[in-house]
């Protein structure tokens, strides 16, 4: 029997997969190297990090920079362990899928 897929649905979207999987590998990043990087405007990005960080994911830190306010990311604890249980159920999904797996 096959098992119904449980996906985060704050994580499961494709721009928010993405922000996580970057922010997964570093410490912190910087809003315009994660939205450059995924490729999305201002906008788009900040509804996305504002669903993040409302679930508890991200915690954003602004910062002066050169006469400038610089607004950085990172995963907190909760965003670690849900990204890495959304990956886990990925790739679950993922193994069942391969041809010695499935049902002839």
Known sequence: MIQIPVFDPVIHAPGRLQICAMLSAVDQAEFATVRDAIAVSDSVMSK?????????????????????????????????????????????????????????
Do not use: C, Q
Not at 48 to 53: G, R
Not at 54 to 80: C, D, I
Not at 84 to 103: F, G, I
């Open 48 to 104: 996305h990090l504002k669903l993040l960080e409302e679930a508890g994911y991200v915690a954003l830190r602004k910062s002066p920079f050169n006469g400038r306010s610089r607004t950085w990311l990172s995963l907190t604890k909760a965003g670690r362990k849900a990204f890495a249980a959304h990956v886990a159920e990925l790739n679950r999904l993922a193994a069942s899928a391969l041809p010695e797996n499935v049902p002839e």
